[in-house]
C-alpha cells in the first residue's frame, strides 16, 4: 500500500460521485475498481470495472456514497489522482487528474508514468 495515513488514496469530483453512485445503484454493484493495463499509443491505459464484490487486497475510497477500489498493481500509480466525470455533445466519460502521469497521447486515451523509483521516493518522502 502506498497511501499516507489520513488522506484518501483518490479523490472524486462531485460529478464523479454522482455517475459512480448511479452506476452502483443500477445494477446493484459494490463499486467501481479502477485499475492500469499495457496498452495504446503512450503505453499504459486506465481500466474500470463493475465491482461485484470486494477483493480483500484492494484500497478502497469511499466518498459521499460512492466507492471505489484500486487494483493493488495501479495503487502506486493512481495515489493522489483526482476523479472526474465529464458530459460533452460527442462524448460522456471519466477522466483522471493524475499527477504520477509523465506523457499522454494526444487522443488522452492513454498515458506513460513517472519511473517506479521516482515513485516510489516521492511517497518516501510524504
Not at 466507492?67 to 466519460?93: K, N
Amino acid at each position: 500500500m502506498f497511501g499516507i495515513p489520513g488522506k484518501q488514496a483518490v479523490t472524486m469530483t462531485p460529478a464523479a460521485v454522482e455517475q459512480i453512485r448511479k452506476l452502483m445503484e443500477r445494477d446493484g454493484h459494490q463499486g467501481l475498481r479502477i485499475g492500469v493495463k499495457k496498452g495504446g499509443c503512450a503505453g499504459m491505459e486506465y481500466t474500470m470495472d463493475y465491482v461485484a464484490e470486494t477483493d480483500p487486497n484492494d484500497e478502497v475510497v469511499e466518498q459521499d456514497g460512492a466507492r471505489v477500489m484500486i487494483a493493488p498493481m495501479a495503487q502506486m500509480f493512481l495515489f493522489g489522482t483526482e476523479i472526474d466525470y465529464s458530459v460533452g455533445l460527442l462524448e460522456s466519460g471519466f477522466t483522471f487528474k493524475n499527477p504520477n502521469v509523465a506523457e499522454a497521447c494526444g487522443c488522452g486515451e492513454s498515458i506513460k508514468f513517472r519511473d517506479v523509483e521516482e515513485l516510489a521516493a516521492d511517497r518516501d518522502e510524504s
